[in-house]
């Protein structure tokens, strides 16, 4: 036992402590230790063991002294040496037997025997050791019958208690008989016996005999009942394995002699459906010969075997997997490019490059065609041009989501010694589809995640690798399978997070932003007649004028996709339902006047001229994950000292170009008519609003330029302008990229001219006819050409 908390250190090294004796304490003043888990009983011997500070210079004041130490329990057990009021008042006085130090971490380990009782009175202070004055309490001898027949009683139920332990010893029994004191007795059985530690302390704490003989009784008799249920717990315990065992050696006999005998029909019709399967899959022949491999193994095993599931769960995977081609459908070009035009409105070079995929497969049926992925923002139909691709083809659809996948087992699946094993998801979707050559939709490949246990994206190389997917092999099948006849398609929204080697197997087809005039299309088409079936409406019960849905495009919404209009759309249709609702008489037509009290006030305003209607303030063109935005850029001059400020979380590229452009316009000082001078008693202040939102990327050169020359020139930037394009310290103009993308949010923006550098023309030809239609295009070969166009001449005060 331990009065401490540090477990007890093996005896590695015995020592004596040969000092010079200190002073005696006086009769009636003990040395104190208290410790922490532990009651020593007096006629005991205990191990103690002094870990903590105090506790050794306890000890060592008591060995020096060559007294005896007082043994008290703490009331706190968590707490570190305690104070006198948080000691319990009755302890034992304990004679030092032997006294060893550890080398190892310098613990004090005492044999200590138990003498008598004592009670303290009050602390007494010592130099270097805890003391106090204390009251003897001896055991006083006594004729009382009642005392001898409670230890009569108490001897015959501790024979019982020992009788019940296992391994016990008739020498346990004759040393109890041998103690002629009851309270002897009862201190050693108290000491002996598994009870908590508040017992303990209480019965220590009873110095009455009668009453302390009582509670080990007490004590004895419940720790009788916990041996006999023990025993019985046991006793029921080893008859159901022995039972157990036995039904399994029953079983195993019975399976025996039904074997021989012909009659196991459980088994066999198991193993006949297993044989009929594999034979209807239509194996290829390497395949084939391992399930048969492991049907014979099947049929050999024992039903109660844990393996017998497994076995029975891995050829009903090889026999469900759809080996052989079916028969394929003939590609009708002209039904696939209606059902392109039916379900897609708009992205005329992507339905074109699918057009001329299936031209090819057509031709070519056994060919090697590439994988495609559709990179766009999100709500821009990517999912649903791999379903129409279904659709054209006549074969079933399946999508695997890779949004999250972090473990390369989800792409290969689990070996079948791991418990719950099973295929990848590329396996399992196949058997879902059904059919081989399937169109399997990857989406979210740029979501890929990478764990500890392997990279998903590496296992994936073999999925869309032409070259390879023709023996993929699952960790479960552990037999290859032929995935060149499924039709790849992958959706990403960024191209940033798809893996090089990953992106170097698929040909990637853009899907920008939709203009206003398609977002107007696709909601009269689509997304009204979905949402009013959504609602349970009918055209006649609400109608949704074609200026408030111009409005809801305009006034509600601000993204790339469809996917907030959607939800913009069923929000005006879910107020109408309600009054239908209540109402079945109830018909409404929705004006741009009723949005207001449905939707609330405008969540977006064309403010291009308010925030441009001063010198230093430029509309610039920005890239985004979700399509193109306006970029404000904001330039101030103070008194300094000819420092450049940055503000509006900038990244380092467009620190750097912000530097650039201060550096052009102060060698272009006599061409802008700027004061040279002035630069050394200013400071410069770039901004770019929306300071919570990271900002990145050289596109942003020629519209800080205009801003700081436009501020210096003391002229306004035209508000009607938008501006794009990298500078050099030469001041050439240099190509961006996202220009379609870029354009569209100008034209969302209310802008109408838009300044593009004069490599990008190229570009132009990617924007739709319609946004075409309705801007300026202003091709920059030097800023000069952006100084004349965008700054206007009229001087502003």
């Known amino acids: 036992m331990s009065m401490d908390s540090e477990s007890e250190a093996p005896e590695s090294s015995s020592a004596s402590l040969e000092t010079a004796l200190e002073p005696a304490l006086p009769q009636d003043t003990l040395i104190l230790l208290p410790v922490r888990n532990t009651v020593l009983f007096p006629g005991m011997v205990l191990t103690l063991t002094a870990g903590r500070g105090q506790s050794k210079e306890d000890v060592q004041a008591a060995i020096k002294r060559q007294q005896p130490l007082g043994v008290v329990l703490q009331r706190d057990p968590h707490m570190q040496d305690p104070p006198f009021e948080g000691l319990n008042t009755i302890g034992t006085v304990a004679n030092v037997l032997r006294y060893v130090t550890s080398p190892d971490d310098g613990a004090h380990h005492l ?18 050791y805890r003391a106090a004055r204390v009251e003897f309490l001896p055991d006083k001898e006594t004729d009382d019958p009642a005392v001898a027949a409670r230890a009569l009683v108490l001897k015959e139920r501790a024979g019982e208690m020992i009788g019940l332990l296992p391994n016990a010893g008739g020498e346990l029994v004759k040393a109890l008989d041998a103690i002629n004191s009851p309270g002897l007795l009862a201190d050693t059985l108290a000491g002996l ?6 017992t303990r302390q209480a019965i220590l704490e009873t110095l009455e005999l009668c009453k302390r003989l009582d509670k080990v009784l007490d004590a004895v008799a419940g720790r009788i009942e916990v041996l006999r249920l023990s025993r019985e717990i046991g006793d029921q315990t080893r008859s159901r394995i022995d039972k157990r065992q036995r039904e399994m050696m029953l079983r195993e006999q019975l399976r025996t002699i039904q074997h021989e005998l012909g009659d196991d ?15 209807a899959a239509s194996m290829p022949p390497d395949v084939e010969t391992h399930a048969r491999r492991e049907l014979a193994r099947l049929e050999r095993m024992p039903e109660a075997s844990s393996e017998y599931s497994i076995s029975v769960s891995y050829l009903e995977w090889l026999t469900e997997l759809p080996w052989q081609l079916p028969p394929e459908a003939p590609i009708d070009i002209a039904q696939a490019r209606h059902i392109l035009d039916d379900a897609h409105f708009g992205l005329d070079k992507v339905k074109r490059r699918i057009l001329e ?15 495609l992925c559709f990179l766009g923002p999100p709500g821009v139909g990517k999912t649903s041009l791999g379903q129409s691709i279904a659709r054209a083809l006549e074969r079933p659809f399946v999508r695997v989501s890779l949004g999250g996948v972090h473990d390369e087992a989800e792409i290969r699946g689990h070996r079948r010694t791991y418990i719950g094993a099973m295929p990848g998801n590329i396996i399992q ?3 879902k589809a059904g059919a081989r050559n399937c169109v399997m939709l990857l989406d979210e490949l740029d979501k890929l995640g990478q764990g500890a246990h392997g990279d998903p994206a590496a296992a994936m190389l073999e999925v869309l690798d032409p070259e390879q997917n023709a023996s993929f092999r699952d960790n479960y099948l552990g037999v290859p399978f032929d995935l060149s006849a499924v039709v790849f398609v992958a959706t990403a929204n960024q191209p940033e997070g798809i893996p090089g080697p990953l992106k170097d197997r698929m040909e990637v087809l853009d899907l920008p932003g939709y203009t206003e005039a398609e977002k107007f299309e696709i909601a009269r088409r689509f997304l009204v007649p979905r949402q009013l079936e959504a609602c349970g409406l009918t055209p006649a019960q609400c109608d949704l004028s074609d200026e408030a849905l111009r409005s809801i495009i305009r006034d509600y919404t601000r993204e790339a996709g469809v996917r907030s209009l959607e939800r913009q759309i069923g929000a005006v249709f879910r107020h109408v339902a309600l009054r239908v609702a209540e109402d079945a008489a109830t018909r409404a037509k929705i004006e741009p006047d009723d949005l207001s009290s449905i939707l609330g006030h405008h969540r977006f305003e064309n403010e291009v001229a308010m925030r441009t209607s001063m010198p230093g303030v430029v509309t610039g063109l920005a890239w985004t994950p979700v399509g193109g935005d306006l970029l404000f850029i904001e330039a101030s001059s103070t008194p300094g000292g000819g420092r450049l400020v940055l503000t509006g979380q900038l990244g380092d590229v467009m620190k750097e170009s912000a530097q650039a452009a201060l550096t052009l316009v102060k060698s272009r000082c006599d061409a802008l008519h700027i004061d040279c001078a002035g630069f050394e008693k200013r400071d410069i202040h770039v901004h770019v609003p929306a300071g919570a939102v990271p900002k990145d990327g050289p596109s942003a050169g020629v519209a800080i330029f205009i801003a700081i020359a436009s501020l210096l020139m003391g002229q306004a930037v035209r508000s009607d302008c938008a501006v794009t394009g990298e500078i050099s310290l030469r001041g050439v103009v240099l190509p961006v990229g996202g220009i379609k993308e870029k354009v569209l949010a100008a034209l969302r923006g209310g802008i109408k001219t838009v300044l593009l550098p004069a490599r990008n023309a190229a570009d132009i030809e990617d924007i739709p006819a319609d946004a075409r239609s309705q801007l300026r295009f202003v091709l920059l070969a030097n800023v000069d050409d ?6 206007e001449t009229r001087p502003v005060p």
């Open 265 to 279: 029909a459980e088994g066999q019709e198991e193993a006949r459906k297993l044989a009929g399967a594999i034979t």
């Open 111 to 128: 044999i200590c025997q138990g003498v008598e009782r004592f009670r303290l009175i009050a602390p007494v202070t010592g130099p270097d």
């Open 193 to 198: 016996i598994e009870i908590p530690l508040e």
């Open 786 to 791: 952006a100084v004349r166009e965008i700054i």
């Open 357 to 371: 995929y299936l031209g090819v497969r057509k031709l070519n049926p056994h060919g090697k065609a590439p994988i």
């Open 429 to 431: 979707a196949i058997r």
